[in-house]
Structure formats: structure tokens, C-alpha cells
T-cell receptor
Framework: DTGVSQDPRHKITKRGQNVTFRCDPI?????LYWYRQTLGQGPEFLTY????????KSRLLSNRFSAERPKGSFSTLEIQRTEQGDSAMYLC??????????FGPGTRLTVL | QKEVEQNSGPLSVPEGAIASLNCTYS??????FFWYRQYSGKSPELIMS????GDKEDGRFTAQLNKASQYVSLLIRDSQPSDSATYLC??????????FGTGTSLTVIP
């Protein structure tokens, strides 16, 4: 399968814990995006990488969120000191350019 | 003001009919637009991209972009029950941020 993969698919954690999600993009895509989606809403942009450089980050994003893309391949999204409001589907997408994005299956986070 | 807005519907059409989905955008959004389909419990799937004023056709789908009126639409011809899903409009913002609408729920009735 050469699509975007995400791990884990589901994560249940207690409030205050840290969580980390991984995204493996389509290998030839140098652009990678992270989104958050809650029920009844469209995906909300979180951050964008071109190769290993993080070029955009939503100004609405809490400083508890951090993302990396070492070596321009896979990416990780970490949420520190999780809150119940962080419960959502976290989506990763990769792109060959021109904005066309291909989404992974997502990681569903539940914060108890 | 939200950068991209959609009528959340729901929209119901009979099988074989044309489904029309609409999206408006603010002038902060750049000129690249995308339509995604999202089945319940699944991630968004790219259907169409449109960058220029006018129409773009791909099979049963036609995307229309009207820059003067700041709207983009998606027409689905010969609608099938398998087209029942939520359709998301997205616009690319300069600086590589993308804004999605809240989605329009479409049901195609057999």
C-alpha cells in the first residue's frame, strides 16, 4: 500500500498525559500537512511541512502542540498535557504540490 | 468571517438526478480550490481541484469556479447511492494554509 499511513489509529489517554502520533506520507510527496477534525466540522489546519522545514503553523494552535518531520520523511505530532478539548480525529495529508492533498486514515484521540 | 463557507444541508436528491453543491470564500483565500468527499468514519478523499475561472469536468463531476462572485461549486451528474457522503470544499491560502468548509451532507435516494 503506497498511501498515507498513520499510527496509532486510536488513542485513549487521561487528561494531562502526553501523546505522540506518527504519519508516513506517500514517499514521493515532499509536502505534509496536519489537521484536526471534530464531529460536524471540516478539517482544521494545524501545520505544514515542506521537506523537513515547518513552514506554517496555525496561530490558533496551542503551544502544547508540536510537530516534527526529521529528514523530510515521516512526521510526528505531539500533544503535551492533553485536555478533554483535544479529543478529535487527527489527520495527516501529503501532497506532491499545487495543494492537492491525500489524507491518511487518521488517529482518533479520546482524552478522558 | 470564515474563509470558506458551505451550506451544511442536508441535501437529498433522487438517484440519477444532478446534485449541486456550493461554496463561497473570502478574498483572503487564494485561487486554488478543492472538493473532497468524506464517507462517515473515513478520511477525506480528493475528488476535484480547480485553479482557473470556469468549468472543469471529470467523469460525472464538474467543478465550477467564479472568481468575480467568489464561489465554487460541484455538480454531480447521474447521482448514485454510493455518492451519499459529506462533501468538503477547501481553499488554499497564500502561505500554504488550507481552509475547509464544514461540509455538505448529500443523500442520494434510490
Amino acid at each position: 500500500d503506497t498511501g498515507v499511513s498513520q499510527d496509532p489509529r486510536h488513542k485513549i489517554t487521561k487528561r494531562g498525559q502526553n501523546v505522540t502520533f506518527r504519519c508516513d506520507p506517500i514517499s514521493e510527496h515532499n509536502r505534509l500537512y496536519w489537521y484536526r477534525q471534530t464531529l460536524g466540522q471540516g478539517p482544521e489546519f494545524l501545520t505544514y511541512f515542506q521537506n523537513e522545514a515547518q513552514l506554517e503553523k496555525s496561530r490558533l494552535l496551542s503551544n502544547r502542540f508540536s510537530a516534527e518531520r526529521p529528514k523530510g520523511s515521516f512526521s510526528t505530532l505531539e500533544i503535551q498535557r492533553t485536555e478533554q478539548g483535544d479529543s478529535a480525529m487527527y489527520l495527516c495529508a501529503s501532497s506532491p504540490g499545487r495543494g492537492e492533498q491525500f489524507f491518511g486514515p487518521g488517529t482518533r484521540l479520546t482524552v478522558l | 468571517q470564515k474563509e470558506v463557507e458551505q451550506n451544511s444541508g442536508p441535501l437529498s436528491v433522487p438517484e440519477g438526478a444532478i446534485a449541486s453543491l456550493n461554496c463561497t470564500y473570502s478574498d483572503r483565500v487564494s485561487q486554488s480550490f478543492f472538493w473532497y468527499r468524506q464517507y462517515s468514519g473515513k478520511s477525506p478523499e480528493l475528488i476535484m481541484s480547480i485553479y482557473s475561472n470556469g468549468d472543469k469536468e471529470d467523469g460525472r463531476f464538474t467543478a465550477q469556479l467564479n472568481k468575480a462572485s467568489q464561489y465554487v461549486s460541484l455538480l454531480i451528474r447521474d447521482s448514485q447511492p454510493s455518492d451519499s457522503a459529506t462533501y468538503l470544499c477547501a481553499g488554499g491560502f497564500t502561505g500554504n494554509q488550507f481552509y475547509f468548509g464544514t461540509g455538505t451532507s448529500l443523500t442520494v435516494i434510490p
